[in-house]
């Protein structure tokens, strides 16, 4: 990356970024589910590994640090390229860590990163479909995390009573200002002690199954409320 654009994103295209997100989102009317596992691991001082499809991912910083989670250490997970470098100063100005890779690019590496962040007491945040897709197609990267780790996945979505659909590959949603929000946690993902690598593919399609079914209920919420 030029100097000049990545001067140009620290100083201003990422501060901007944060300050829109942060103002939009704290107009939100938000309902929280399931947020149960989460509680009971942080009673005990366990991490877990939070996972959420990429298009949902804009308004899961603001919950995390806002909402949620607000002195939990916490790292995310961002690709190697220039879109990820953008994500991971957003991340930063938020108050997350981050760790750099993907599944395409320095993921063992990233793995190993990810696997110390856990051992630290830190949770981690994945992104389930990665950041090329295909879209609500859960990748292999959380699951392998867990094996590593013994910390279970924590399948998390959101959705939103009002919202913009951004024409890309995850469809990404991104609220309109004071619509009503839901934030939704599934149950636990937890890799079996002792578990081989023929566990990892049932595991990924447990998560997928998750992940997909609590989107569902989120995307379906506020028609059933109002129904």
């Known amino acids: 990356m030029r100097p000049l654009k990545r001067f140009l994103l620290a100083h201003l295209a990422?501060?901007?970024?944060?300050?829109?997100?942060?103002?939009l989102c704290v107009t939100i009317r938000l309902k929280v589910e399931g947020a149960a596992n989460e509680d009971a691991l942080?009673?005990?001082?366990?991490?877990?590994?939070?996972?959420?499809?990429?298009?949902?991912?804009?308004?899961?910083?603001?919950?995390?640090?806002?909402?949620?989670r607000k002195n939990a250490v916490m790292d995310v997970l961002?690709?190697?390229?220039?879109?990820?470098?953008?994500?991971?100063?957003?991340?930063?100005?938020?108050g997350f860590g981050v760790?750099?890779?993907?599944?395409?690019?320095?993921?063992?590496?990233?793995?190993?990163?990810?696997a110390r962040s856990v051992a630290q007491?830190?949770?981690?945040?994945i992104i389930a479909d990665g950041s090329r897709g295909p879209a609500f197609v859960a990748q292999p990267g959380s699951v392998m995390l867990a094996k590593i780790t013994g910390a279970p996945v924590i399948p998390v979505t959101v959705a939103f009573d009002r919202y913009w659909t951004l024409n890309s590959w995850d469809?990404?949603?991104?609220?309109?200002?004071?619509?009503?929000?839901?934030?939704?946690h599934g149950n636990p993902v937890v890799f079996p002690s002792g578990g081989g690598r023929?566990?990892?593919?049932?595991?990924?399609?447990?998560?997928?199954?998750?992940?997909?079914?609590?989107?569902?209920?989120a995307d379906g919420y506020f028609f059933q409320k109002s129904s």
């Open 99 to 114: 760790i750099r890779g993907s599944s395409y690019k320095n993921s063992r590496t990233a793995l190993r990163a990810m």
């Open 42 to 68: 942080d009673r005990e001082g366990k991490p877990g590994i939070i996972c959420c499809w990429h298009g949902r991912l804009l308004f899961l910083p603001y919950y995390y640090r806002h909402v949620r």
């Open 171 to 184: 469809r990404m949603q991104i609220p309109k200002p004071f619509t009503r929000g839901v934030v939704i």
């Open 198 to 217: 023929e566990e990892l593919d049932t595991k990924r399609k447990e998560l997928n199954r998750t992940l997909g079914r609590i989107t569902g209920r």
């Open 78 to 94: 961002a690709s190697s390229s220039h879109d990820g470098e953008f994500v991971a100063r957003v991340s930063r100005l938020f």
């Open 14 to 23: 990422a501060p901007a970024a944060r300050a829109l997100i942060w103002l």
């Open 121 to 125: 007491g830190r949770w981690p945040g």
